[in-house]
C-alpha cells in the first residue's frame, strides 16, 4: 500500500536500536503494537477513571506548589475582602489565595475537584458494568478485588482532599468522622486522639491529612492502578458476545495506531469535559462556606457525593444507644458506620467467589454475560444499587425536603421502610424483568423478528411477516450459556451415597443457591444447531416465513404450531 | 402517505411526541394556574400616616383573624405589644394578610402601599409599644463590617439559611426561606421580631450594629459573583453530585459512543 | 443510511417484492453501536518467519480499499478537517496563554473574568484536538480489524512439573524444612518487627485521659456571645423566642475547647419552660433550678457525632441539628424526639454573677457531645 512508502527516520530508527541493544525490546514491542483491544463503549468507563487519575496527579502537582498544609491560625488580609480581619487557618488562607491571587489557581482547584468526583462516578459505573456482565469471573477476580480496593482508596482520598481546605462544610465532615470515630468501641476515644494529635480539631489534622493524600494514597492507587492494568493486558480484555467472538480469541483494532490514537482523543475529552466543567459550573466555593468553626454549621450540610451513602446512613438510624458496666456502645453511631459500606463493598468483593460456590462453574470466561442471561446476578445488583441509592437519597434528605416541599421527617421515615423493602423489591423485579426479557430472545431467534411487512393470504387472513435474524444478532441471541445444576441433596451416585458437597446445612445451601441461579429461559433447537420450528423443520437465515398455501388459518407462520398460538402475533380480526 | 404517517415508526417518532406532550401540558398549566394568589385588599383612604387611618386599615383588613382591638382570637395572636417592625416586616414581604391560618406564611408581592403599612404599623405599636421600624442608618450595609456578620451569621443563621443563602428545610414541612429577596430592613426586623418559627434576636443580645454587620454580610454575599462559573444554586455537593453524573458522565458517554461506534464507510463505487 | 438489499421473493418472478426492510424493524446489517465487526478471517494468520513464542495478527481491510475513489475523496475530507480541528486547537491554545498573560486576578470580579477565558480556551485546545484525533482515526484510517488468539492462562502440565521441581530443589537447598529450628526461630526473629511500625504510631497523639469528661466551663465563667464576644445579661436577653450562639470567656478562640464547651441559649416565654429533674447514674443532669428568668442553656453539640445543633424553631422550641436531623425539645430538658441521637442535649447550670451578667454555675454534670466507650 502506498501508505508505507516512507523511510523510517535515522532519529527513530537511531535511538529504537540503541535502546533495543539494552533491553531486547523488539519482538515484544512488535507483539504489543498488534495488541488486540476490544471495542464497545462500555469498556471505555474504567479509562475515564484512569484518566481522571492522571489529571489528578497533574492539577494535584500544581496545587501542592502553592498550598500550605498548616492549622496555624492567621489573621486575613488578602484579595476576598469579605473576609478582611478574619482568623482562620493557614490552610484556608493559601487556598482563598490559590482562588484570588493564582492566575488559573481557581480553575486549577476546580478541574482538580471536578476530576475527583469524576473519578468516583466512572468507578462506580466500571464496576457496575463489570459486575453486569460478569467479567469478573474467573480468571479476573483479583483484578476485581484491587478494583474494590481501588474505591476504598478513592472514598479515603477524596474525603482528606476537600478536607483540606479547613473550610466549614468539610470540617463539619471532619467532626462527623472524629465524632464516630471516638464511638468505636474499647480503641475509639484513642484511635480519635491519635489521629487528630489530641482533642478535635487539633493541629495536626490537616498536615496530616496532606501527607496521606498526596503521598501515601496516591503511591498505593498508583501501584494498584499499574496492576490493575498489567493484569487487564495480560489477561487480555473480556468481549461482548458477537459473531467470531469466542472464549478463544480477541476481535478489534490493532493497538499501534489504532487503540493509541483512541485512547489519546478520548483523554483529550476527558480532559476537556473537566475544563468545562471548571469553567462552568463552581464546585467547592469554600469562600462562601468562610472558614471552619465548631460553633457553626450551615443547613444542607452534605459531604462530596460518592460518601453520600454514609451521611444517609447516619441519617435513616433511629436513636440506639446500650449503657453497661460503665461503658456506653452508641449503635446509632456504630452500624450506620460500619454496615451499609461492608454490606456494599465486603459484598461485592466476595461476590465472585460467591458465584462460582453457588454455580460450581470454575471455567475461565472471556465472553461477557448478557444481563438478563444472568437473572440471579442482575438482580442482586440491582438489589444492592437500590440499597445504596436508597441511603445516598437520605443523604440529601433536607435539600430534597426543602426544594420537593416534603416533610423532614417524611422523608427519613421514607427511606426507614425503603432500605429493606426497596432492595426486596428490585430483586424480584428485575429477576422477572430478565426472564422476560430471555422468554423475548428465545421467540425472537425461534420466530423471528417482526419485518413490518403485512402480507393477505389467499384465504384472506393477514398475516405480519418473521424474518429470521441476521447472522450477527443470532451469534448475540445464542451466546446464552446454559447454567449447569449441581448434585442435589436428593442425587446420589450408583451406591445411593449422595455428594459430599451437597450435604449439611451449607451443602443444602448450596443447592438452593443453585437452582436460583439455574433458573433459565431455554433456547430451543433441534440438534443440528438449527432454531428448531416447533414442528422439526428448521427454519434458516434470510427466509420469509409465510409459506403461502400450506395451511388453512395460521399463526402467519404458514403452519399450524402445536400449543403455541396463542403466543403469536395477533390475527386479524382479534 | 401523509407525512406524519410516513415518519411514524422512525425512532425519534417516540421522542417527538412525548416533547410535544410536554410542550402541551406545560403551557396548559402555566394558562391555568394564577400567577400567585395576591390577598383580596380594599386599599382603603389612607392618605396620613396616622394612627387613626392605620386603625381603619387593620379594622378592615386584618381585625377578621388579630380581633378589632388585635388582642388575638382562636386564628391569630395578640399584636399587642408586637411593635411596629414586625408589622412592617410581616406586611411588607406580603405575608401578611395571610392567605390561610396555620399556613407557613411564604413571601409574596404585598398588596399594600408602604404608607399604608406604617400607619398599620404605627397603630399597632400605639396598642402596646414593641420593637420600631429601623431607620436607614441603621439598616444601611455600607456601615457594617461584614467580616464580622459572617462571624454571627454562621454561628447564628446559616444553620437554617444556608451559608450561600439558598434556605433551608424546618420540621413539618416548614422552611427557612432563601435570603436573596429581603430588603436590609427586612433583615433587621426580622431578626429583631422574630417572625413565625425563627428566633428573636433582640438588640441586647445581637446589638443593631452586629445586626448591621449580618445586613452587610448578607447583602455583599447574595450579589458576589460566582466566580467559578454557574453557582448550581450554591446548595453545595448534591447539585454537584447530580451535575458529574447526568452532565460530565453523560457527555462523556455519548463520546464513547462515538468512539465506538461502527464505521460507515462511502458505499462503493459502481454500486448504487 | 443505506441498508437497501435486494432480496429475492419467495412466491416467484412477477410478485412484486416487497423492500427488504420497513423503517423501524431491525437493520439487517450489523448493529450500529458498540459491536465488533463481522472480519471475514477469524483465525489469526501468523506472520511469516514466526515461531512459537507469539503469535501476531494480521490486520485485514474491511471496508472499501483505500484506492477506491470515494475513500481518496473522503479521505481528502476528513484530512481538511482533522487539520482544521488541529489548527483551531493550536489557536486557541494560544489565546490561552493570551488569557493567562492578559486577565489579572486579585478580586472576585477579576478572577471571574480570568476564570472563564482560561477555561474556555483551554477547553476548547482540549476537545479539538480530541475531536481531531478521533476523526482521524474514523475517517482516515483505513477499516481495519484484527483478530488476536487467546492462550491458554493455565501452564501445561510439564511446566508446572518443571516448577515445582525446581522450587523443591531450592527449598532443599535452603534446607528450611530440615531444619525446624532455624524456621521457628526465624518466625519468632521477625515478630517484633512486625509490630514496630505500629508501637512507633503511639506518639502521634495523646491518651484521651479525661479530656472528653470535662469542658472549661467553671463557676462563674462567664457566657460571651460569639462573635461580638460580649457577655450578657437575663435584662439583655428578655424577648421571648430569642436564641443566640454562647462560647465561655477566655476560650473564645480556642477551637479545641470550643469543640465541647459551645452552648446555646434560649429564652421562653413564662410557664412554656418544664425541665424535668433529672439524674444519671446519681448525678443531677437537668432541673429548673440551672435556669434563670426562664433562659436556658443547652450544650450546642450534639450527642450524636459532635455536629453544632443550632437549629432553633421558636414555634415549636424545637432544637433541630442540621447534620442527621436530630431533634430536641428545648422546653423539657431537650429530650430526643426524632432521629439517631441517643441522650438529651446536656443543660449547663446558670446564674448571675455581682454584675447580673449570666454565668455558668458549673460544669456540664456530664460528659458533652457523642458516646464514647468510657462514658459510663
Known sequence: MSDTDFDVPKALSGTGGWLDDRFHGARGLRVLMRKVFPDHWTFMLGEIALWSFVILLLTGTFLSLFFIPSMTQVTYHGSYVKLDGIKMSEAYQSTLNITFDVRGGLLIRQIHHWAADLFMAALIIHMLRVFFTGAYRKPREINWLIGVGLFTLGLLEGLFGYSLPDDQLSGAGLRIFEGALQGIPIVGTYLAFFLFGGPFPGHDIVPRMYIIHVLLIPGILLALISAHLFIMFHQKHTQMPGKGNTEKNVNGQPFYPYFMAKGGAWFFFIFGALVLLATFATINPVWLYGPYSPVAISSASQPDFYMGILEGSLRVMPAWEINFLGHTLSLSVLIPFALPLTIVLGGAALWPFFEQWATGDRSPHNINDRPRNAPVRTATGVAAMTFYGVLWAEGANDVIADKLQVPLYTITWIARVMVFVGPALGYIITKRICLGLQRKDAQELLHGYESGIIRQLPNGEFIEVHQAVNEERRAVLEAKPVPALLPGPGAADANGIPAPSSRGLLGRARGVANRAFAETIPLETNGHGDVDHGNGHAVESGEEHAAVGAAPSGSGHGQLPAGDAAEEEPREGG | ?272 | MSDMEETEGTEGPGVPVAPHRVIGTPPPSPRLLGSTAVAEHREPATAAGEDEEEVVGVPHNVGLPPDDPKMVLHGKRAERVVAACFTLAFFAGCAFIAAYVGIGVGTVDKTLRSNLGLGSTLAATLLLLGAGALIWVRHLMPNVELTEERHELRSDEKDRQAFQEVFKEGTGYSQFVKRPLIRRTLMLGTLPLLAAPIVLLRDTGPKPGTSLRNTVWSPGRRLLVYGTNQPITPADFSAPGSMISIVPEGYEENDDQLTKAAVILIKFRPGELDIPTRTQGGTLVGTMNWTVDNIVAYSKICTHVGCPVALYEQTTHHILCPCHQSTFDAAKGAEVIFGPAPRPLPQLPLTTDSSGYLVAKSDFTQPVGPSFWERG
Not at chain 2, 383588613?61 to 411596629?84: F, I, M
Not at chain 2, 427586612?186 to 449580618?214: C, H, N, W
Open chain 2, 1 to 272: 402517505m401523509s407525512w406524519i404517517n410516513a415518519r411514524r415508526r422512525r425512532p425519534a417518532a417516540g421522542y417527538a411526541a412525548l416533547l410535544l406532550g410536554l410542550v402541551v401540558v406545560a403551557l396548559a398549566y402555566g394558562a391555568l394556574t394564577s400567577s400567585g394568589s395576591v390577598s383580596q385588599a380594599s386599599a382603603a383612604v389612607g392618605a396620613q400616616q396616622d394612627t387613626a387611618a392605620g386603625k381603619r386599615l387593620f379594622q378592615v383588613n386584618c381585625s377578621s383573624c388579630h380581633g378589632l382591638e388585635a388582642q388575638g382570637t382562636s386564628q391569630a395572636p395578640s399584636l399587642v405589644g408586637a411593635g411596629a417592625a414586625a408589622v412592617d416586616f410581616q406586611m411588607s414581604t406580603g405575608r401578611m394578610p395571610a392567605k390561610e391560618v396555620g399556613a407557613e406564611n411564604e413571601r409574596k408581592p404585598s398588596s399594600f402601599s408602604t404608607r399604608e403599612i406604617h400607619s398599620i404599623a404605627d397603630y399597632i405599636a400605639s396598642l402596646g409599644g414593641g420593637p420600631a421600624i429601623p431607620t436607614d442608618q441603621q439598616v444601611d450595609p455600607a456601615l457594617g463590617d461584614p467580616g464580622l456578620g459572617y462571624q454571627l451569621f454562621s454561628a447564628n443563621c446559616s444553620q437554617c439559611h444556608n451559608a450561600g443563602l439558598s434556605g433551608g428545610a424546618l420540621t413539618y414541612g416548614k422552611d427557612a426561606p432563601p435570603l436573596t429577596e429581603a430588603t436590609p430592613t427586612q433583615i433587621y426586623e426580622a431578626m429583631l421580631t422574630g417572625p413565625e418559627a425563627m428566633p428573636v434576636f433582640a438588640d441586647g443580645a445581637v446589638s443593631p450594629q452586629a445586626k448591621r454587620d449580618i445586613i452587610a454580610y448578607i447583602t455583599q454575599t447574595r450579589v458576589e459573583p460566582n466566580p467559578g462559573g454557574f453557582s448550581l444554586g450554591r446548595t453545595g455537593p448534591i447539585t454537584e453530585g447530580l451535575v458529574i453524573f447526568f452532565g460530565g458522565m453523560g457527555f462523556l458517554i455519548l463520546v464513547a459512543l462515538w468512539i465506538t461506534a461502527k464505521r460507515r464507510d462511502p458505499r462503493p463505487t459502481g454500486m448504487e
